[in-house]
């Protein structure tokens, strides 16, 4: 509470001080949201010593999370803006602040801190801070970066039909610690830097964009220790949040820990794609996206280079949408020695999946979700979906039926078993669930929502997702795999939240 009291005291001694200086104006906006859930087996097990959802949360678990954003406008001209986030907090969870007496620490986040301004007499418009980077998407939203990171954008319109974005980002520098005996220095070769271009092209009834990505990555931006072994593929537990694990599972291959080459030079990574959104034929509407995406290092069998395509149509009636939705992303082959065949990714922290919000990062408020991995790499999915059905008031549903499987070799499977891994062992480079071609899952989901006020709504989410794993000797089957292979079972979540938007 005391660095809330104290961030609250330094937001209204800046409203003071620059309020005598000229005329600015001071806008609020955040979010609240209260959320409860129950569900089980969210590691598609139910023994091997655990009790709860998964290792970390009980079947049941109430939670909280506040947002609050704050624009200091000057004019169209100029403003900025800063995002903090409290939470989230679990109840009862003394680390999260949820504890008996609320002291907890690590609550409080600086989540965004930008400056916006337009270049005089142009209509060049500068975007300079930690912010929300997303590469576009008409689908599934990105499936390549979509997470804040400190950086420059600049924006400029030529017309109403053909504008141009870019921007330079680094999502990671000075965070490596170096190794205490040796020449390795701290903060050496650590940084990663990001630049990309997307140009946006609208139409009547017709929107694509055509962007590209590339990526420099220091030889120590994932290195621990003296880089010796296996220990590059490893980023120190101090400085590691969620967003730089699953960098870290986005760029490296599925088997890369097991070689022992050190990384010398910077990497290289480049990411190309094309996104549409097709409306002219209403009420009909089609989108899609094709990526492809590449990383190189010094030790080619790091490498790692992929595709991922996604398709969706759908229909508008009277009473909702019904639509129709597709994917299907490159897997790897059978060569432990050639790299991966999966898409590389930078971070999906935010992205928000529209084709499915349990089995890959996709929920927008506080429920479960990667049960199956942060992206689609390595799988395919074919769905149907009733989306925004209303014959209530202020009441809506969504219906998710979804069938997806995965296009990685089955050999893969008994490479990750050898090295003490298994299906769902979060292995290095790996999803949350590492799936191959003889592996299929059914994900079910209905959601409900509730306008209870113009700013405040409940929504009720349930979600199901049926596993088949190929258990025979050649795939999961192996007696290595904890010896738990025949101990698969469907995960399934029921969420309650309420979301206070102002």
Known sequence: MKKLAILLMAAAMLVGGMGNAQAIDFNVKGQWIMSFEYGQNGNFTGGNGRTGYNSDQDEFEAEQRVRLQLDAVASESLSGSVFFEIGDQRWGKSAHGGALGADGNQVIELRRAYLDWIVPET??????????????????????????????????????????????????????????????????????????????????????????????????????????????????????????????????????????????????????????????????????????????????????????????????????????QGWYASGDDDNTGNGSERMPYVSLNNTTNRFSEYAFTGDPNLGRECTVGNGMTGTWGVGAYLRDVSFMEDLKHTLHVTLFGGTNSPHMAKEIVAWGGAANSNFMGAEALYLTTRDTALELSLINTY???DNLNARLTASYIALWLDKSNSVWGNSKMNGRSDDVRDAWDVSLAFVYDF
């Open 123 to 324: 209509d060049l418009k500068i975007r300079m801070g930690i912010d929300n980077r997303a590469l576009p998407s008409f689908t599934t939203h990105s499936q390549v970066l979509a997470d804040e990171t400190g950086g420059i954008t600049a924006s400029y319109a030529f017309n109403e039909n053909v504008a141009v974005t870019a921007f330079w980002a680094r999502p990671m520098n000075d965070n490596y610690t170096g190794y205490a005996g040796t020449n390795t220095r701290a903060n050496y070769m650590d940084n990663v830097d990001l630049v990309a271009l997307s140009v946006p092209l609208t139409f009547d009834g017709v929107k694509l964009t055509p962007w590209g990505m590339y990526a420099a990555i220091g030889p120590n931006a994932f290195r621990s220790g003296d880089g010796v072994n296996d220990d590059y593929f490893t980023f120190s537990k101090d400085n590691a949040g969620s967003s730089w694990k699953n960098f870290r599972t986005g760029m490296l291959p599925v088997h890369g820990a097991k070689h022992g080459e050190k990384l010398t030079a910077y990497g290289n990574a480049f990411w190309v794609g094309l996104t549409g959104d097709i409306t002219a034929f209403d009420p009909f509407r089609i989108a899609f996206d094709v990526n492809y995406g590449a990383v190189s290092y010094d030790d080619s069998s790091a490498n790692r280079a992929g595709w991922l395509a996604s398709l969706l149509a759908e229909y508008k009636l009277d009473w909702g949408i019904v639509g129709l």
């Open 451 to 453: 306008q209870i006020y």
